[in-house]
């Protein structure tokens, strides 16, 4: 099993740490461009400093004080924008887990921690996001966001970034299972749990023990809207980034929620390549 620790420190304070930067932003320009698309830049600008006063910068020191090594009391920078500019200003992100000249001496115990933190971070400005979406809009709307950007955005530049900092390439389901494995949503921590399988040389299995939005809406008595969120863009994001390394991988959903038992896994998917005569 891949652990963060598997790696040497060089990789993780040079090149993981900076993917991880790489690809928060990645995550929320698609956010901001679709939102502007859709209802102008004013809107999107309300929303977008809405979500970090709201629900993001009140985290920070929570998160930074659980996991960087002792963490020095953070400014935030937007502060400077006065309330007249915010319309034509977007949210500076950088900072809270932004690697330093000083990552690369910590231990490597250290640098994994900084690595999860900044995970956490990433879901809490995803998460502040499609809340504020929700609010305005509805579930509808919001899914329908995340779907759209998720395909159009995300997950080519997602490819990208793997390639240029991790150096995950190639065609095959080992390749695949590697970008996997690495992403950010299938980091270890509180929001998920994944393990990773190939039972064969050509078939990956993988499966999602826990998951963020299942422990929410299950816990919410909401199995409706759990459904929705996991329809809504998993599906896609598996199928459309399979094609991305290879146009003959094949997805099966092997489960998917709404679960039948508190037991289930949450997720799981197998992944393999198609025969000549499979369609």
């Known amino acids: 099993e891949l652990r963060f620790t598997d790696f040497s420190r060089e ?24 939102v502007a698309r859709r209802y102008g830049a004013a809107t999107m600008a309300e929303i977008e400093w809405a979500a970090w ?3 993001v910068l009140p985290e920070i020191d929570r998160m930074r004080r659980e996991f960087l090594p002792a963490a020095q009391p953070y400014r935030d920078p937007n502060r400077d924008v006065p309330e007249a500019r915010r319309a034509a200003t977007r949210v ?14 910590l231990a490597k115990p250290e640098l994994v921690k ?7 971070y990433l879901l809490q400005c995803i998460e502040a996001w499609g809340t504020q979406i929700t609010v305005r809009y509805g579930l509808d709307v919001m899914f329908d966001i995340q779907w759209t950007l998720w395909g159009d955005t995300v997950l080519p530049g997602a490819k990208r970034l793997k390639e240029e900092y991790l150096g995950i390439k190639g065609d095959t389901v080992a390749d695949w299972m590697k970008d996997l494995q690495v992403d950010a949503t299938a980091l270890p921590g509180k929001a ?8 064969e040389p050509e078939v990956g299995v993988m499966t999602f023990n826990r998951c963020v939005a299942v422990d929410q809406w299950e816990a919410m008595g909401r199995p409706d809207i ?3 969120n996991c329809h809504s863009t ?18 099966e959903i092997l489960a998917i929620p709404p679960r039948k038992d508190p037991g289930d896994v949450c997720c799981r998917w197998r992944f393999s390549l198609r025969g000549p005569d499979e369609p």
């Open 192 to 199: 998920f749990d994944v393990t990773f399988e190939m039972p």
């Open 11 to 34: 990789a993780l304070a040079h090149r993981f740490l900076p993917w991880s930067e790489a690809y928060r932003q990645l995550c929320l320009d698609g956010w901001a461009r679709e």
């Open 226 to 228: 759990l459904e929705k």
């Open 234 to 251: 998993c599906p896609k994001s598996m199928i459309v980034t399979t094609k991305f390394y290879n146009p003959n991988m094949k997805v």
């Open 92 to 105: 500076t992100y950088a900072g809270p887990f932004t690697p330093d000249a000083r990552t690369a001496e």
């Open 53 to 55: 006063n709201d629900q």
């Open 114 to 120: 900084w690595l999860l933190g900044s995970h956490e």
